[in-house]
């Protein structure tokens, strides 16, 4: 099972960053995605969330109307938008797949690191 994280890096504030995350070694249609921030110091954070075939989603409160999930099971894809981009969204981001029944149990990837920095 693996997940990799790409599209980090640095961005000046008010900028835009798209992120991906790569799946393999698992039903990628079966599991709910999901992106994740650990701020420094923090602990790690659900940003955004899709259900198994895109028809659900949720975002925080702290990025609603700025970040978009998606997600492609043909290519076991899934991405989120990051638009207007803030210093406080500075962070690592992973990329989560949960499975929920009958069991629950999930897969994180390694994370990628956005700085949103002037």
């Known amino acids: 099972v693996q997940l990799v994280e790409s599209g980090g890096g640095l961005v000046q504030p008010g900028g835009s960053l798209r992120l991906s995350c790569l799946a393999s070694?698992?039903?990628?249609?079966?599991?709910?995605m999901n992106w994740y921030r650990q701020a420094p110091g923090k602990e790690r954070e659900l940003d955004a969330r899709?259900?198994?075939?895109?028809?659900?989603?949720y975002y925080a409160d702290s990025v609603e109307g700025r970040f978009t999930i998606s997600r492609d099971n043909a290519k076991n894809m899934v991405y989120l938008q990051m638009n207007t981009l803030k210093p406080e969204d500075t962070g690592v981001y992973y990329c989560?797949?949960?499975?929920?029944?009958?069991?629950?149990?999930?897969?994180w990837g390694q994370g990628t690191q956005v700085t949103v920095s002037s």
């Open positions: 899709i259900a198994r075939v895109g028809d659900i989603t």
């Open positions: 989560n797949a949960l499975h929920v029944y009958p069991y629950e149990y999930d897969y």
């Open positions: 070694g698992f039903t990628f249609s079966r599991y709910t």
